[in-house]
């Protein structure tokens, strides 16, 4: 019979040892909402698992005007949402945390989790591509820190080596006249895995014309896609029901989804396009509120 | 709507089946009535037997048998 | 309608003896049931949806460490081919057999091929791994229009189409093919001045029951068999564990659990008879529990469907004619409801000219089953979209058109005797009548999203079936009310209502319970919406007939003639001498004798159940996603005991037949492999996917039951699909003939229209 072990360590330094000792048949434990379901189903297969909610640098979650924003790996999408300084600052984030299972499931799922688990679908991560965030990631030989959206790999997989863990993530503060914002696609009103997300950010200068954007998608691709030449479109463009469509074009164009039960090429397409212009007017909405 | 004669449900079809020959044989399989078959007396289902009696003049119905859910 | 008459418990609302228990979680469901020394068993199910079973090798589980018995079809006696009338189709027991433990061929996949019984559920997992089955794969054949081919595989080279009781030349999938007719339906669609014919599609659906199967078997060395289980009828699951196991009836005990749900679907076995022979063959009681994927894969789902439904009426808006062909899937053996689509396609209309066929057809998916007014949902969502057509084309208002051709008393119906009192048209007449009819809809809602209204109607019929019970007065004057019909919706409640009601006295005053079937007399399964209606109507023969026996027993004990006493609430009395009920308990107990009485009834019950439903709808047409804002249903439930349990029945209904419209559909790939087999992906609705439902509760008697009651659990179900596809037609001008209404469906539609106008 299969048995699996539980560690729960309370430094980082023990938690790397662990790693070192197991390679790939450890993994690490956030809220658990993939993990023990894949560990159950036998689609992933785990001799130990690293409790990481001990180790305080993975629970650390603190914004500073000048910093930014920090999310420890493990930390509860429910904290992010319920920080009325982080959801102010945060609106494209806090749209991703709140629909994420749902408030049960909010209690536990982490954003790290979110994004190691590296499903296409996964609905914090075009938020945080938007943001520009950054994973501080923690191994044997120390720190590094990756783009979001170099990230995943592929279904299920990301630059992290075997011997390493993510330690946080980080999103610098937002420009003024700024917003953002992710909108998802799914057939009920929760409990649905993504059909298309889509998350977005832009900035406007002082004129109201867009200094810049950023445009990324889910469950078009293997992996979160970012489409940079989307959010460049915008640059230098008024923010227009036209501009909005050809940006949305440019985003439809770039996604490559495919058939399976969630949704059909053709429909995931034309959601694309449809959300990404939706999502468009929300953030510039909300960069003309923040002003 | 055709009219037959019998005391029984045997004996009505036995009549039905002179006048219209072969439709005993969708009726009853051997000695007793198909499986899956219903049969209504003046509107009330009655249990599907051929020695069932029926009265003069009652309303006989066949029909494949329907259950619920 | 007859006069309203006073009744004391009748019509309120009290507290259900069950709901203390359920919400503070001590109700025992099926797979709670623990018993001293017993093991766990698990089954090894096929990969493929259809393919021959060359050689099964166990020999390797058998010696895996932990495991006490492993069972396969040769462990299974050889099962005459006896055919019972089933909840939703026939059951042949020989097919249900084969259907528990693959016999030569799988049929579908998860079709179980072999058991394992072990110290633990892991233990077992891991020895079916260990268990070698060796597949010759065949082609497998999905859907149902390719099954009706004459070069179609055949899932069963001994099976012929039977059409009205003559047999086919050569084997096909097509099990039977059913003709209903009447008039003459060449004339009718000359005599028409508008015509719709159209083609249905709709897609396997689950009942979604929230329990999975579970049973615990116990077989003595003895040969004495009790089995614990969650089932919609304890009699229905000890006859067919007798008939598939050869073992005696008399020996087979079966202890009914809660249920959490069943809708149909807790009615044939799955895992009771292989329980019991992995019990026999470990020594220890077994239990067995389903997980959610068996569940989806493996029970039994109601069938997907092909349906053409043409419809004519003439200028003034009467139907002319009407003729509907409808083919549905069976699954791996026959019996699929097509008996009650054809009996129900129409049935809310008043038709001389009318044809229907039928036709119950084989595919490798499995054995299909009951679910909740089975098949009506299906026929009635192509008839009542093609009916809203009609009217569109006439100009008519759809409840207009529906009150102008409405069933009546005396009418035609397909496979039975003409209607006797429905209340068909006193519901249109309400839903007319109703505030949601006359508040009109702004159709517009924004840049893009659009509102429309529709409205159906549906139809399900009321069985009466046996139902027993047991009633033992007690001391204190309360009375233990021993039942045989599983409580899905309130029943305990509205059963010990009308025994109350009959007998004079309170509600509180009865305890209700269901009991094995060894403690009850014969009840049939709780089914075709007859509980309320049957064992209420055995309750009400109980009251009437304990109060028989009080007033004999204190005839005797005051030495005066029986007819003489007479019985008042629960006060019986005679000349001078006067009881209340306690005091009567304690005279018959002083004589050394006590009041336990039972009865057995098996009312007719011709009457059938009619709903109209009303709902507004708002459609993303960038999107295709529907969201509901408004939904009315009405119907004729003869008489509400219990106003809460069936409106709440009204609203179960509905909200089940929103996620058949809207999102649940089994997904296969071209193997047969079931896709979507998790409650994530099989898309039930949500509490944020359905408004409050309101409901009209219309009472139209039953002459056929004494307090006029009707079934009420089915029908709702019925008219959703097809209300939301005309709402959905009315927002965006799209007729949806294909279920689910799926977004990317619809999408697909208002694209295609909008493309085709640009
Ligand atoms: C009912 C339900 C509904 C859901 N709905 C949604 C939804 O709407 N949208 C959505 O995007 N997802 C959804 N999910 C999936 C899941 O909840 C999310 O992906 C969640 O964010 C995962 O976070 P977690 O903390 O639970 O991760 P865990 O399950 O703990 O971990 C996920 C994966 O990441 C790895 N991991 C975790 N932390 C680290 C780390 N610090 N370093 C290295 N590897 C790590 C784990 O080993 C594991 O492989 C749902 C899940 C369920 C059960």
């Known amino acids: 019979m299969h048995a699996i072990q539980y560690a729960a360590p309370r430094t980082l330094q023990d938690a790397l040892e662990i790693l070192q000792e197991y390679g790939a048949k450890a993994r690490i434990l956030a809220g658990g909402t993939d993990l023990i379901v894949q560990a159950g189903t036998g689609a992933r297969s785990v001799d130990v698992i690293v409790d990481g909610k001990r180790i305080p640098e993975l629970m650390h979650l603190a914004f500073d005007p000048a910093d930014g924003l920090t999310i420890g790996a493990a930390v509860p999408c429910c904290r992010i949402y319920e920080d009325p300084q982080i959801s102010r600052r945060y609106p494209g984030l806090a749209d991703a945390v709140s629909i994420i299972g749902g408030m049960a499931i909010q209690g536990r799922a982490s954003v790290g989790g979110n994004l190691c688990n590296a499903s296409p679908a996964a609905d914090s991560v075009p938020a945080l591509i938007a943001y520009r965030a950054t994973a501080l990631i923690v191994g044997p030989k120390g720190e590094r820190e990756v783009p979001v959206e170099r990230f995943c790999t592929a279904p299920g997989r990301t630059v992290l080596g075997e011997d390493e863990l993510l330690l946080s993530l980080h999103l610098p503060t937002p420009p003024p006249r700024s917003g953002a914002a992710y909108l998802r696609f799914i057939p009920r009103n929760e409990m649905d895995i993504a059909e298309v997300g889509v998350g977005v950010s832009l900035t406007l200068d002082e004129q109201g014309t867009i200094s810049g954007a950023r445009i990324a998608l889910a469950a078009v691709a293997p992996t979160p896609l970012f489409v940079p030449e989307a959010g460049d479109s915008l640059a230098g463009s008024a923010p227009t029901e036209e501009s909005f469509r050809r940006a949305a074009q440019i985003a439809r164009d770039a996604s490559r989804p495919i058939n399976d039960i969630r949704g059909t090429i053709e429909h995931r397409k034309h959601l694309v396009g449809v959300l990404t212009r939706r999502a468009l007017e929300r953030a510039l909405e909300r960069a003309r509120q923040a002003g | 709507m055709v009219s037959a004669s019998g005391s029984t449900l045997g004996e009505l079809i036995e009549s039905l089946d002179s006048q219209y020959p072969g439709l005993k044989a969708r009726l009853v399989e051997g000695e007793r009535l198909r499986s899956g078959l219903a049969v209504f007396v003046n509107g009330i289902q009655i249990p599907s037997r051929l020695n069932a009696r029926i009265a003069a003049d009652a309303d006989i119905y066949f029909s494949p048998a329907i259950a619920g859910g | ?758």
């Open chain 3, 1 to 758: 309608m007859t006069t309203e008459k006073q009744y004391r418990v009748i019509g309120t609302r009290p507290v259900r003896p069950d709901g203390v228990d359920k919400v503070t979680g001590r109700a025992v469901y099926g797979a709670d049931v623990t018993l001293p020394r017993m093991i766990h068993g698990k089954i090894l199910r096929s990969p493929h949806a259809h393919a021959r079973i060359r050689g099964i090798d166990t020999r390797e589980a058998e010696r895996y460490p932990g495991v006490l018995a492993v069972v396969t079809a040769e462990d299974l006696p050889d099962v005459d081919v006896v055919l019972a009338v089933g909840e939703g189709g026939d059951v042949n027991m020989r097919d249900a057999s084969h259907n528990i433990m693959a016999s030569g061929k799988v049929l579908y996949q998860g079709h179980a091929v072999a058991a394992v019984a072990a110290v633990s559920p892991h233990v077992a997992l891991e020895a079916l791994k260990r268990i070698k089955v060796d597949y010759e794969p065949l082609p497998p054949v999905l859907d149902v229009r390719k099954a009706m081919a004459a070069d179609a595989p055949l899932l069963h080279e001994d099976l012929f189409t039977d059409t009205m009781g003559q047999r086919s030349e050569h084997p096909s999938n097509i099990a039977s093919h059913l003709i209903a007719e009447e008039g003459d339906i060449e004339q009718g669609f000359r005599e028409a001045s508008v015509v719709v014919e159209r083609e249905f599609v709709t897609h396997t659906v689950h009942q979604g029951y929230i329990e999975p199967h579970a049973a615990v078997a116990e077989w003595r060395d003895d040969g004495q068999l009790t089995i614990w289980c969650s089932t919609q009828g304890a009699f229905s699951v000890r006859e067919q564990v007798a008939q598939i196991l050869k073992h005696p009836i008399s020996q087979v005990k079966v202890v009914p659990t809660e249920i959490g749900g069943g809708f149909g679907g807790k009615i044939s076995v799955y895992l009771e008879p292989v329980a019991a022979l992995l019990s026999r063959k470990a020594g220890r009681p077994v239990k067995m529990v389903m997980d959610r994927a068996e569940v989806l894969a493996a029970t039994g789902p109601t069938p997907g469907t092909y349906m053409k439904v043409k419809v004519g009426a003439d200028a003034q808006g009467n139907i002319t004619a009407a003729h509907a062909y409808l083919a549905f899937e069976a699954g791996a053996y026959p019996g699929s409801p097509i008996g009650a689509g054809c009996t129900t396609v129409f049935a809310p209309y008043r038709l001389k000219n009318v044809r229907i066929d039928g036709f119950d057809v084989l595919v490798n998916k499995p054995k299909s089953n009951a679910y909740r007014a089975p098949g009506a949902t299906q026929a009635e969502f192509a008839a009542e979209v093609v009916m809203d057509e009609i009217c569109e084309k006439l100009g008519m208002d759809p409840l207009e058109f529906r009150r102008k051709n409405g069933a009546k008393e005396g009418d035609w119906r397909p496979f039975g005797p003409p209607y006797t009192r429905i209340g068909a048209i006193e519901c249109v007449e309400a839903a007319q009548a109703s505030e949601h009819w006359k508040t009109p809809l702004v159709k517009e809602a924004g840049s893009s999203r659009r509102r429309g209204r529709g409205v159906a109607s549906g139809y399900w019929m009321n069985w009466g079936g046996t139902s027993s019970c047991t009633g033992r007065l007690n001391p204190d004057g309360t009375v233990a009310l021993l039942e045989g019909s599983t409580d899905i919706g309130g029943t305990r409640a509205s059963i010990a209502m009308q025994f109350a009601e009959a007998f004079g006295i309170a509600y509180e005053r009865v305890r209700p319970q269901v009991v094995d079937t060894d403690t009850v007399g014969y009840n049939d399964v709780t089914g075709g919406s007859r509980v309320t209606f049957g064992t209420g109507y055995a309750a009400y023969a109980l009251a009437k007939q304990m109060q028989r026996e009080i007033a004999a027993k204190l005839a005797a004990i005051w030495e005066v003639d029986p007819e003489s006493v007479t019985v008042e609430g629960d006060r019986y009395s005679a000349g001078d001498k006067s009881v209340n009920l306690v005091e009567a308990a304690n005279l018959i107990s002083e004589q050394g004798q006590q009041v336990v009485t039972s009865v057995t009834t098996t009312p007719h019950n011709r009457s059938g159940a009619f709903a109209t439903h009303i709902v507004d709808v708002e459609v993303d047409v960038e999107t295709g996603k529907v969201e509901i804002l408004r939904y009315t249903a009405v119907q004729d439930v003869g008489k509400a005991i219990h106003p809460s349990y069936v409106e709440g029945q009204m609203q179960g209904g509905v909200a089940q037949g929103i996620g058949w419209a809207l999102n649940e559909e089994y997904i296969y790939d071209e193997n047969g492999s079931l896709r979507n087999a998790s409650l994530l992906d099989y898309r039930m609705p949500t509490a944020l996917d359905i408004p409050m439902i309101e409901t009209i509760l219309v009472e139209v008697f039953n002459p056929d039951h004494p307090y006029g009651v009707r079934g009420v659990g089915e029908v709702p179900i019925v008219p959703p699909p097809a209300a939301i596809s005309n709402a959905i037609y009315d927002a965006v001008g799209v007729r949806m003939t294909t279920l689910p209404i799926s977004p990317a469906r619809l999408c697909a539609e208002i694209m295609a229209k909008n493309s085709a106008r640009a």
